[in-house]
């Protein structure tokens, strides 16, 4: 196989950054499998023509559908809204299609199962876009754990701290709505430290957990798009009806125990999304916003020069960093899109699923439930309970 | 009044940084009340002796009783081990002797709540070691708050991360054993968490925790003298009692919500003793590691230079600074315990309590037991039951 | 204009930048004008055959001069050996072709003005590839001194510290041979930090430096292809004839003084380009490895919270910003480029010099050659005597 | 010998942190010599009789030479102002007493060959008060150098960025005239780089400099004391006759190269006492403001972890660290001042001369004159030409 023919059903922010990665990777990895960009599928006619042109795909069309029967469609990549994804992944899935979804693979656990199900039961390759994983700082933390570098892991500590809600008067966006968005920062940035932590560290065992709404009312936005959002002065408020912040504390299957925090409330946070693990030979501390950087500490370094060392990982010796640019040279967010569709490429070439795939969406969704229910029922929830 | 004299119980770690503190305040703080050390006193005499002569003081005694009677005592200063701390406390306040203790106030929050009466009873001044609340870098996260710079408060986030038990042949320390140490690093690290929690974000109003002990059987020491301690090859083994690692989660009065860890295993943090808070117009970050420095993060900071300032809290605009040396020059750990005696000092001569005092100790048991509590019945556990 | 119309000589390192860059463009920024990457040329004919098809050129040709002629390319981009672009660029200029050339623009100042007075005769739009000016954070600290929130600048400090050269077994590569590379560290790092004090402080008026070569054999290579090489174990050794390290002192027309420091020898610094600015009402400090972020320090800021802030420029405060991913998601080196480009697709849509131009290249020639003749001459030399 | 009997000349801020070392001494370190705080001297009855009450002298004295002939002082310390320097030296050596002198030793080169000459002639033991090479970090960094574990060093750089003088109204002190100071930042601020050159990588070859002064008029002041002062509005103003900053290059006898700044207008520097090494095997990097942390970066760590370290010397490991708190708990800016002292004690106490001594303050005066005579000149000038 030479080519992978996507068609992908969404067109704003994750488009735009699938988009990207699908173009960048012939040009840095020419050895993969090249995608091609044939269709781009959007319901507003007018925004999806506009984004084939601009992100460059030869294809647009407004009805997901007529996707499915086309035998020059390999992959269908969903990246729409949340809760259209179980219907659309499970007719690709029927219709043979190999799928890359975006997170959360969808509103519910058993939405979620479901989606699973079809997929193993079709035989079709199956991805989940938790592309943080494909930070190569965040791979560098992977090999030290497996190659036993740090150790038996004791701790996981997990913060994704933003701060676009701490004015006031920010207005009542639709992932402030409950019925559209599921949950708040909850779902939006725990999901990806519950999947962080199943990469990193394994399953989890049991949760309990805590959750706030700072500021129960807000005003009504003039629009609903995109990812912020203005109100008219005096606008009428509408109820919040999701967390503004949620906490957990958990343990591990393998001992560990780990703590969790997500929230929109911390001043000055524009998106710190960040852990440390500690284990018995060493620990590794990370944060997104320095995302080419790792910090390593390893128990048997001498005694007099004992420390965290900041490595910069874009040394030959990090997974992708032969693919970009010389030493000590950034790369940003967007590049770990580019890595993950050389996963989903590789995948498809070697007949394996893909990793993260959607049993790690199904595990990450039932990890958010269990906590939501340790919330609601102030206890401690076993993961296996649900 | 022109002299405080002072007569200490305890010589060992503690009792050296109160004494290095009483002998550097008449140097730096000329205007204050001189600290005169007057007794010290241990139940070792050679011991004492040698600290008697080694950090100065007039006199050495082994026996604390004989300085109840003494007319030229007019402060006890107690940091004799802690299972001591109440008959001590006890008895001095009866014979109308200012107290000092150090933290933790007594073993149990019935203990510590028969300090505070007795202490009370007695009308005499009583304070507590809780030093770092006068680290400048922590006075001045206060003043923010205090002056309403950072807002209404909505986390606290803090952590206590040391390593020295990371290695399994660290050997069965008394700080290891319950009978002694009453717990771990719930009880040794949690509690200075929970005292900047109430000092800067108010009481807590509910809690739930988790803890761990990773290391359950740890080679038998060959002397337990000191905070480390060694042991032979091939040494016996006895059970670790305590708790290596503790964590919790919390709702303040105030609303604000909270998560606190306390853990000897973080492999690389030799005593990383850090917060955050966040409010609706700031933030603040502090690290003792780092401890003349305080990030603040500002909201109403121009819109294109945004972020948290790294402030060196040594300019004159800080608490105590102009005491010490210039701008930008470090001070230590050690001045936390001076500025703590210019607290007491002044205290007693404006003839009002200290703060921190016992009611500050009594408040932190209180949440220490809850938590432990909380930890054993899996449930949240409401600070006002205790 | 809606296109514009490409035709690239080169096709290694920055061939693929620029490839990259070009093909962000559309996407990113739909509102400017659409590069069309039409012609790449090079020598080797598999090489740039390959390069075509990988980074997406409609042709490729081995001879540049068939460009000239064509009415289907406006602008010429050449990333070329320094060697050539003389050649290429006065010939471009004659066929009326608007030019883009990579730093540095000439191996001497004489062809550097020799290229500049072609331009400008054929009345064609020049850009010179200073990329770095377009990073986020130093658009942020030019903003912040043209707007005098800095006031009368004092001081400027600048190193470019690089550490691929610390191992002696580094083989001979091209780069260390003075008649293809010109200079060593001095031509390759310290250019970039010219133009950097050219953009931001202004104009230098004096110079005296040193320079040294620390290893002065190395192994023959195998190959002398890339950045980097390999040398056989025994192999044959030659002279380094180029400058490991060279440092100046310099004196700006403002008054501001500067030091300026590059190096291939210091060990831990992969590519460690900065540079610190004071000012009377401020300083900012700029480390390229964390090239999202600008370290700021305000005079005017509230005594008590004075320090350097952390700011990320990702805000939508912050120029190109709002092209990319939302506050808080890091950008890298390429993107750089990309910038360039737009700044180049509007000066020509604006009939306006583009910025930085061949003006800035020659300055910046004109500086790295009077610093060699102070080295030479052991003496501080006049900008304007050259 | 079992005690050291000082008398100390000076009582301003340099007395006073001398006298915080004294007493701090024998409790830290109770195996080294005691020593006593004899007699302190000040020409002002009232200052120096209010300081031997706060610093804890026994006696206090108004004329210096009282000292010399009192058989029981062993030791005399001169902190008072540098253009006394030589003669209290001078006579004291002709004494036969030791001696610990402030930094700068003289105002002159020759004055300080004249002190160190008597000294040597007199047999005493002479120490100099470098007190920034007693960190922990520094005495770590040396170490680094002396066992070859940074291999050849090939690049020395340090700053040290004061802020004090950016204010314009900042009245005309007395360190900002030439007849009293000397110099500016160059002999205030250089002074320490050198020797830290000195120490930790070598002497010097030859060296060329520049210096400024960006505000020649300055108010009178009100008074002339301490290390600030304040003038009234509209003050009269007379002339800086200082520098104001002072930057050279260097080379080592070693081969290495070195750059050096000193500023009093790094807005946002209170004290930024910075340098880093770069060797062939390894490199550090250490900054005053964070005193107890040296970064430490190995050529020879594993390839995917290569990074500098964040090592906070305060474990055991680490020079002095067993004398103060555990590890992880930071020291100040005065602990400096103790560890020269227990150098100067143990010198005594074992008959050899301390280090740094009287030969190192004449190495240092030698650089700054040469550097001094390069700015004036325009010129490289050799160290060994003076």
Known sequence: MDELNIGMVGYKFMGKAHSNAYRALPMFFPDRVKPTMKVICGRNEEGVSVAAKDFGWKEYTTDWKTLLSRDDIDVIDINAPSNVHKEIAVASANAGKHLYCEKPLALTLQDSRDMLAAAEQAGIKHMIGFNYRFTPAIMLAKKLIEDGRLGDIRHFRAWFLQDWLTDPHFPLAWRLQKEIAGSGAHGDLNAHLID????????????????????????????????????????????????????????????????????????????????????????????FERMNELQVYLTDDQADVQGFRRVMATDPAHAYSDAWWPAGHPIGYEHTFTHAFVELADAIREDRQPVPNFKDGVKCQQVLEAVELSIEERRWVQISSL
Chains 1, 2, 3, 4 share one sequence.
């Open 196 to 287: 962080l932590a199943h990469f990193l560290v394994g399953d989890l065992k049991e949760v309990i957990g805590m959750s706030e709404t700072f500021i129960t009312e807000r005003p009504l936005p003039d629009d609903t798009g995109g990812l912020s959002g203005t109100s008219k002065k005096n606008a009428a408020t509408g109820p919040v009806t999701v967390d503004d912040a949620a906490l957990f504390l958990a343990r591990f299957e393998n001992g560990a125990i780990g703590s969790f925090e997500a929230t929109r409330f911390a001043a000055g946070h524009r998106s710190t999304n960040s852990f440390e693990i500690n284990g018995s030979k060493g620990s590794v501390i990370f944060d």
